[in-house]
């Protein structure tokens, strides 16, 4: 049985069958009590699209948790650190066996990653199908 990754947050907008929640994402140290004078603790803004087809249902403002599979949180880890690490490393032994110079491995290293994110980009719409949030009331 796949587990849900849950967050609670706030509706942002609405938009026909979307709703946007904010989600505040807190550092580990985010709920300790001294976290106002400490200065370690910071939190950032998410914001999440959720389809649903009682999207009028919701207010903005209104206090929902989102939730989505696990699994997603795996697949996103591995498309955005796991597939350009074993590029960039496979790129860089390649580059150093051909070329035999560490400049010029680093630089075609780094660059096999532009096309990497740039084609991430041009199939951003695909992959947000895959990446489906919910709202559980």
């Known amino acids: 049985m796949a587990q849900d990754i849950r967050h609670q947050g706030v509706v942002d ?23 106002n004078i400490c200065r370690a603790a910071e939190s950032k803004d998410k914001l999440v699209e959720a389809h649903c087809t009682d999207a009028g249902s919701f207010d903005v403002g209104q206090t929902v948790t989102v939730a989505g599979a696990e699994s997603l949180g795996l697949k996103a880890v591995t498309f955005a650190f ?11 032994v390649t580059a150093m066996a051909v070329a035999g110079s560490e400049k010029v491995a680093a630089i075609a290293a780094l660059g096999v990653l532009v096309p990497y994110y740039l084609v991430l980009f041009l199939l951003r719409d695909r992959i947000k199908k895959d990446f489906q949030f919910r709202i559980i009331e």
């Open 82 to 92: 796991g597939l350009p690490l074993l590029l960039l490393l496979a790129a860089l």
């Open 13 to 35: 907008s609405i938009d026909g069958q979307s709703v946007i929640v904010r989600i505040t994402q807190l550092s580990a140290c985010g709920g300790c009590q001294a976290r």
